[in-house]
């Protein structure tokens, strides 16, 4: 069965999705739209008739697709967001946090900051760093704490902290993202001729979102803070985006409920245009305007 990218409709119900994934299943290796890391994003929102963007919503008609290719195959980015100015106790720059912490690595000519940050333990490199739930000024925050010592910017912090998410912020970030239902997407890649193609593995549909578990997973370092600041091919200094992820095993402890969409059959009570967000142990849902409410990631 062939597909052509330009014939693609809009996706309007469950069904329909899961029909077009079964059609880009059978089309087999599909050879990347784009070089580069974004090549498996840009391929699979061609496929499934979607438009591109950087909101951190939901797309508008469409479904938003993400990558976690660069860093880890294991790891799946939740949201991306930068600390806010008042909870930084350094400049959030890669300059900033090698002079401060001294770099994790080297790219392209210069030094680079690629570190995850867990919860339940400190990194074992020489920034030992590690995520703190706290409360600052009254709020809940998660910060990001070190036992090195450095050259603290902001006197409302303490000494330990390298910069803090307030809670409250992170939750809605996150609930206004994903708390419908979330796709995630598994392709295999391989290398032909010089350009990349991708091959759909599988994909999954989770409801049932939980903002109490979010948090409680943080502190089981089951999610963790990604921070990765590069380098361009020319040496340039890049932010790749500070990132929330979680491990793709661990998923559905965010979420009530998981379906596989090229197996089994779409359960009637699935709804990700109504969802109900779960704050214990409980899930439900039911019917579908699929392609402004669910999210999409994809895992190599």
Known sequence: MSMMVGEMTEIKSLAELKQRLLEIKEMGWIPSKRRHDTGIGKTFEDLLGIKENNIQ????????????RSYTSSLVTLITFEPPREYRNVG????????????????????VFHITVYAHKYTSNTQQFKLDIREIDGKKVVCVVTKKKFNPANPKLPNDVVVCYPVEEILNRIARKLSGCLLVIEAETRRREGSEEFRLKSAKLY????????????????????????RYPDGRPHNHGTAWRIRKRDILELYAREIDLLGEKIPEDIDCEKPIILEKDRHRGGTKKITDYIPLLLLL
Do not use: H, Y
């Open 57 to 68: 919503l939901p797309d508008i008609g469409g479904i938003e697709v993400k990558s976690s």
């Open 92 to 111: 959030w720059t890669l300059e900033c946090l090698v002079n401060n912490f001294e770099k994790t690595g080297d790219e392209n000519g210069g030094p």
């Open 207 to 230: 409801s049932g979102f939980s903002a109490e578990r979010f948090i409680e997973l943080v502190k089981e370092g089951k999610i963790v803070l990604d921070i990765r600041f590069g």
